[in-house]
């Protein structure tokens, strides 16, 4: 039976940078394309008046790109009321309840810090704002093993399992959807794609940009949170679990869960960690901080499928371009029947998936130049390009969870699983390293790497041939 959708949005936060951001951009591409049709109820401290919360939304779609649909803006707008108070009054709860008048299944967004998702949902339960009701929560879901489990707890002692949607807003990316396609509907791949013929399998997130205004978040959170064990190990489980027995996003959702319970918990000696020049005079960080703005590390998938291969993960700030991608490195021939093949040349063939700013899918070859010589050169073919009209991840998910669609949200065994590979160097680790701005990170992440090869960088290699 399809779930319901929710009649009203309650957003909570929406003064805040993420509603700017993100959420009101989102809205308004709904409001667009005719898909808004409830009432938004913005929730905040600040004792706003709705001219000044119209204002805000305004301003947000502007800074996003541009109002070129003034019937869309005017739409959004007729449906937006406010209001203000402190989220540990029970009477900003009853306030939320009368604004909401006769809609039954409102969505609940947190876009608010983690250390207020208890105070909020123990609100919404007093006020008997959860029945039939579902809640929408941003990252990070926790901050260790133990915070997540809490946060856990306390979202599943008001709504069930699967009323809670954790947002990440990477698996709205159309390319990230796009590697559970690709695999799985494409018969050449499966045959391939396993410890026999994959050699190692990387995964770099580059931004060339600082933590900006984000100093104070990052001080508390650090490259290894902040990225890989959200963002990038979702990547892993797309690319690593085994087929679904169905297209139902529960069974998607258990292939998911059983590869990070296959991941094996990360030791010290499998991070490297850096911080690039000048981190710390950044604003609200510690003239002391040890926090990464880098970090590469090994992991290994304890199952059948994956046994021995290294996977080789890494993110920083201020690195050499703003670039995410993955390289699947196969094992070379088994005979080296030509003296040019890999891989004493170069790499041996692969498969890499680039996956930000532009999408593209590409297959690494070699082939044979012209001549009597049985001597030739990788090239890539591509497979698949960036489509224009895509919709945005948060476009995507926000319509999604109102439509109780949770395939392309975490599950609460997921959320504690991937927590448990990362726990074990939360706080026990090497220091960092100091790295230039511009470049790939420290050097010892090339030590890291350098029994399986070299990193790939994005942009900076050229297929070798």
């Known amino acids: 039976m399809a779930a319901s959708h929710s009649d009203a ?97 409102p969505a609940h967004y947190l876009a608010i810090p983690p250390s207020l998702f208890e105070t909020v949902i123990k609100g919404l339960s007093a006020a008997k704002l959860a029945d039939d009701s579902r809640v929408i929560v941003e990252k990070p879901f926790g901050r260790d093993l133990a915070s997540a489990r809490e946060l856990n707890r306390v979202a599943r002692s008001v709504f069930p399992e699967d009323s809670i949607f954790r947002i990440d807003h990477f698996l709205g990316k159309e390319a990230i959807m796009n590697l559970l396609y690709f695999r799985f509907a494409n018969t050449f791949l499966e045959p391939i794609w396993n410890r026999n013929y994959v050699a190692s399998i990387q995964i770099t997130l580059a931004e060339k940009f600082g933590v900006e205004d984000r100093g104070a978040f990052y001080e508390t959170a650090g490259c290894l949170r902040d ?148 001597v030739g050169g990788q090239r890539e073919l591509y497979l698949l390009e960036e489509q224009p009209g895509q919709e945005s991840p948060y476009e995507r998910l926000l319509g999604d969870a109102m439509a109780g669609d949770g395939a392309l949200f975490t599950r609460e065994d997921a959320v504690e699983a991937a927590w448990a590979v990362v726990d074990p160097v939360l706080e026990t680790h090497h220091r960092t390293y100091p790295y230039p701005h511009g470049s790939w990170g420290p050097k010892q992440a090339d030590v890291l790497i350098a029994t399986d090869g070299c990193w790939h960088n994005p942009q900076s290699e050229e297929v070798p041939g």
């Not at 963002?231 to 998607?252: N, S, T, Y």
């Open 9 to 105: 949005l309650v957003l909570f936060g929406a003064t805040g940078d993420l509603a700017h951001k993100m959420i009101f951009p989102a809205l308004y591409a709904l409001a667009k394309r005719e898909a808004l049709k409830v009432p938004v109820i913005g929730v905040a401290s600040p004792k706003w008046s709705l001219p000044q919360l119209h204002d805000r939304v305004e301003d947000s779609i502007k800074r996003s790109g541009a109002i070129d649909n003034e019937g869309a803006l005017h739409h959004l707008l007729s449906l937006l009321s406010y209001v203000s108070g402190n989220y540990n009054d029970l009477s900003t709860f009853a306030n939320i309840k009368e604004m909401l008048g006769s809609a039954l299944r």
């Open 227 to 374: 990225v890989i064990q959200n963002h990038l190990f979702q990547i892993v489980a797309l690319l690593a679990m085994e087929p679904p027995a169905g297209r139902d996003f529960g069974a998607v959702h258990s292939e998911k869960a059983k590869i990070f319970q296959a991941m094996r918990p990360l030791e010290p000696d499998d991070l490297v960690r850096g911080q690039y020049d000048g981190y710390r005079d950044e604003p609200h960080v510690a003239k002391s901080s040890d926090v990464e703005t880098f970090c590469a590390l090994r992991l290994f998938i304890d199952s059948w499928r994956w046994q021995g291969v290294p996977w080789y993960l890494r993110s920083g700030k201020y690195l050499a371009a703003t670039e995410t991608e993955i390289l699947v490195e196969l094992k070379p021939p088994p005979q080296r029947l030509f003296a040019d093949s890999a891989p004493t040349t170069g790499r041996a063939n692969y498969l890499r998936f680039q996956l930000s700013p532009h999408s593209a899918i590409a297959l690494a070859a070699r082939v044979k130049h012209p001549g009597k010589e049985f």
